[in-house]
Each structure stands twice: as C-alpha cells, then as structure tokens.
Nanobody, 124 residues
Framework: QVQLVESGGGLVQAGDSLRLSCAASGRTFSDYHMGWFRQAPGKEREFVAAISRSGRSTYYAESVKGRFTISRDNAKNTVWLQMNSLKPEDTAVYYC?????????????????WGQGTQVTVSA
C-alpha cells in the first residue's frame, strides 16, 4: 500500500507563507497523480490543487489560484504545496492524496490513498 505523510503546517498570520510537504512510500510514486485537499471544522473536504504523474499539468481551486503552487519531484517521492498570501479562510487540515486515474481531480472520490493531514491555522 502507499503511505503518505504530510508536514509543514503551523500557525501563521494573514499574508504569511507556508510550504507543505507530502512524502510517499510503498509503491512507485510516478504512477500516481497527486492532490491536495483541505477540511475546515464543520465543513466538507474540498479540493485545493492537483498535479499529473509527470508534473507537467496542474489544477487549482479558484479560491487559491494565483496564491498556491503545487509541485512534485518523482526522484524524491515528494509533492509540495507552496501557499502564499495566506488568509484566515485558508485555515483547515490539509491532506495529501494519490490516485491512478486522471479523471475527477476536484473530488475526493477516486483518490485511493490519503495522509493523516497537517493543520494550517491563519490568524488575522
């Protein structure tokens, strides 16, 4: 099975930046498309960003477009989420996930493996 471990979350002020990391192990990392999701208290898990197997295609939620950047290095079995200009509305637990199909990137269904999540809190 694929194991995913997120890191890099923390407590920051509005306007600050954070870089989340997701380290993968267990199977061939380059076989999987990767995504980032987030879940705030009392809300459903929502799509943030996704990246193709090769890393040459990326997808973003409208709420983070222009502020967040997803990237990957298959040689390091790692995917990152660079978050700039953070807002209090970005406060959530952020999850890394993987899938083999290239369909429905924006929904949690279809992602096969998930990390435990890392907390991001943005204060005003």
């Amino acid at each position: 099975q694929v194991q995913l471990v997120e890191s890099g979350g923390g407590l920051v002020q509005a306007g600050d930046s954070l870089r989340l990391s997701c380290a993968a192990s267990g199977r061939t990392f380059s076989d999987y498309h990767m995504g980032w999701f987030r879940q705030a208290p009392g809300k459903e898990r929502e799509f943030v960003a996704a990246i193709s197997r090769s890393g040459r295609s990326t997808y973003y939620a409208e709420s983070v477009k222009g502020r967040f950047t997803i990237s990957r290095d298959n040689a390091k079995n790692t995917v990152w989420l660079q978050m700039n200009s953070l807002k209090p509305e970005d406060t959530a637990v952020y999850y890394c996930a993987s899938r083999q199909t290239g369909r429905d990137f924006t929904t949690p269904r279809g992602y096969d493996f998930w990390g435990q999540g890392t907390q991001v809190t943005v204060s005003a």
